[in-house]
């Protein structure tokens, strides 16, 4: 995958703690809303037990993928140094916060 940004922005973009805030809301987002999904949602019984286990600390969990996170083309095809941990929207950010707990973490 090409990037617009350079490595050591999108490395300064991770270790932002504007940036990091806004995964961890995103997290406890997610989770939230997993919690309430409908049972019959498939794997919603694995699903819910990592959801409450976010909800207590999502800070651990945006820990895990605020790289992956970084490493989005939402951010990566960004050419503003430094690149702005508000550039993009909060459904945005919550599409790519998912994405990177379904592809790793939620991937069953």
């Known amino acids: 995958m090409a990037f617009t940004a350079h490595y050591v922005d999108l490395s300064t973009l991770a270790q932002s703690s504007i940036f990091g805030n806004r995964v961890t809301a995103a997290v406890a987002n997610y989770a939230k809303y997993i919690i309430g ?13 990592w959801a409450k286990g976010a909800a207590i600390s999502p ?18 095809s960004q050419a503003t140094v430094p690149i702005d941990p508000n550039s993009v929207n909060d459904t945005t950010l919550d599409t790519v916060v998912q994405t990177a707990i379904n592809t790793t973490i939620l991937k069953f």
């Open 59 to 76: 800070s651990a969990t945006a820990s895990q993928i605020l790289y992956l996170c970084a490493l989005d083309p939402a951010y990566a």
């Open 37 to 49: 999904e409908d049972p019959a949602t498939a794997f919603h019984t694995s699903r819910a037990a």
